[in-house]
């Protein structure tokens, strides 16, 4: 089955440290994104990558930090410089030329205490 | 102005009823639009794209309105499944990243 995965599905830290959220595809695509969703707002954007080793800062890209080391992989760490990071952290990947629906893994809720 | 917006709602409609969404754009070069459906505390998923004659999916239709810049959402015959947030994308060509609006909410009543 083609998807794609996040783990874990629930995380919680402590204030002060980085923790890092994996997001692994295997439907070939060449685009991938991170989203942040708050409870009852949109989804914002963290990061997005077009194609392996680049990546771009979305909207909310502070205190966030990512790797593009493979096609399949798109890892967001969640470093102490991130000021509310408690949230539901969204991967999402497409097949990338700006026209293609994103396809959403299940999502990691990040508490931190 | 925000780049895509939609009426937060939360829609309460009973079953059998029919509903329609509007989401409007402020970027008219936009050339791909979508709508998901997200469950509470789940992942968006893909109910449809939206394409410039209309589409249709069983009891949904989706449209677009490009002198307008917005696009809509009817369901038709409501069931309690449908009760969900409907969350409308935009996507920019060339900008190879998509916008999401905030979402509507839509509860069925028995």
Redesign the interface.
């Known amino acids: 089955d083609g998807g794609i995965t996040q783990s874990p599905k629930y995380l919680f830290r402590k204030e002060g440290q980085n923790v890092t959220l994996s997001c692994e595809q295997n439907l070939n695509h060449d685009?991938m994104?991170w989203?942040r969703q708050d409870p009852g707002?949109?989804?914002r954007?963290i990061y997005?990558s077009?194609i392996v080793n680049d990546f771009q800062k979305?909207d909310i890209a502070e205190g966030y930090s990512v790797s593009r080391e493979k096609k399949e992989s798109f890892p967001l760490t969640v470093t102490s410089a991130q000021k509310n990071p408690t949230a539901?952290y969204?991967c999402a990947s497409d097949a990338?030329?700006?026209?293609?629906?994103?396809?959403?893994?299940?999502?990691t809720?990040l508490t931190v205490l | 102005r925000k780049e895509v917006e939609q009426d937060p709602g939360p829609f309460n409609v009973p079953e059998g009823a029919t509903v329609a969404f509007n989401c409007t754009y402020s970027n008219s070069a936009s050339q791909s639009f979508f709508w998901y459906r997200q469950d509470c505390r789940k992942e968006p998923k893909l109910l449809m794209s939206v394409y410039s004659s209309g589409n249709e999916d069983g009891r949904f239709t989706a449209q677009l309105n490009r002198a307008s810049q917005y696009i809509s959402l009817l369901i038709r015959d409501s069931k309690l499944s449908d009760s969900a947030t409907y969350l409308c994308v935009v996507n920019y060509e060339g900008y190879q990243k998509v916008t999401f609006g905030t979402g509507t909410k839509l509860q069925v009543i028995p």
């Open positions: 685009a994104y989203y707002q949109g989804l954007l997005y077009q979305g539901f969204l990338g030329q700006g026209y293609n629906e994103q396809f959403f893994g299940p999502g809720r």
